[in-house]
Nanobody, 122 residues
Framework: QVQLVESGGGLVQTGGSLRLSCAASGRTRSIYAMGWFRQAPGKEREFVAATYLSATITYYADSAKGRFTISRDNAKNTVYLQMNSLKPEDTAVYYC???????????????WGQGTQVTVSS
């Protein structure tokens, strides 16, 4: 089993920045990719960004390109999501996920964190 714990969410004004962290523990050698998803009230969970853990290959949703950056610190088993130029439509619960491939579908990930709330005020 792999446990994921997110942190770093909060309330920020439009145009502000936040950095989310996701720390993995447990059988971390069984995962090869980690990603971030988000879910706004009344909407489906959607892909934000993902990365391989052993290569600098990243993927982003169109809504995240140019504003969000996913990075990792393998020594700490931690993945980050730097979010800049935040907009009210970025308001959601952000979830960290881990699996074998950095795909854009929720079904590709075996492990999920509990989520962290991000609220962007206008």
């Amino acid at each position: 089993q792999v446990q994921l714990v997110e942190s770093g969410g909060g309330l920020v004004q439009t145009g502000g920045s936040l950095r989310l962290s996701c720390a993995a523990s447990g059988r971390t050698r069984s995962i090869y990719a980690m990603g971030w998803f988000r879910q706004a009230p009344g909407k489906e969970r959607e892909f934000v960004a993902a990365t391989y853990l052993s290569a600098t290959i990243t993927y982003y949703a169109d809504s995240a390109k140019g504003r969000f950056t996913i990075s990792r610190d393998n020594a700490k088993n931690t993945v980050y999501l730097q979010m800049n130029s935040l907009k009210p439509e970025d308001t959601a619960v952000y979830y960290c996920a881990a699996g074998l491939s950095p795909l854009m579908t929720t079904s590709a990930y075996d492990y999920w964190g509990q989520g962290t709330q991000v609220t962007v005020s206008s």
